[in-house]
């Protein structure tokens, strides 16, 4: 079993920059596939960015590809995700989950056994 903690939202204005980070305690964290979600008011969870176990696999969600970057240090047990050029819509509860399974799509929700609590990011128009 692993714990995820998220940390590092806020609010931000439109255009900023925010890097969210997920702690992970608990078994080995480099046996897990991490990944990014995050769910608006009103709306489905959805998928922002996974990341692979070493980290050399990497992809991410059209509405998100070129403006943030996931990366991870296993080291630390942390995955990060950094968002640029943030828009309003961007605004969501932010979301990590690990996974132990090998998938085909590493962006279905249902891939994932174990979840962060969330942080919030807001962006101000």
């Known amino acids: 079993q692993v714990q995820l903690v998220e940390s590092g939202g806020g609010l931000v204005q439109a255009g900023g920059s925010l890097r969210v980070s997920c702690v992970a305690s608990?078994?080995?964290?480099?046996?897990?596939?991490m990944g990014w979600f995050r769910q608006a008011p009103g709306k489905e969870r959805e998928f922002v960015a996974a990341?692979?176990?070493?980290?050399?696999?990497?992809n991410q969600a059209d509405s998100v590809k070129g403006r943030s970057t996931i990366s991870r240090d296993n080291a630390k047990n942390t995955v990060y995700l950094q968002m640029n050029s943030l828009k309003p819509e961007d605004t969501a509860v932010y979301y990590c989950a690990a996974t132990l399974r090998y998938s085909e799509n590493y962006a279905n929700h249902l891939t994932y056994d174990y979840w962060g609590q969330g942080t919030q990011v807001t962006v101000s128009s």
């Open positions: 608990g078994r080995t964290f480099s046996g897990y596939a």
């Open positions: 990341i692979s176990r070493s980290g050399g696999n990497t």
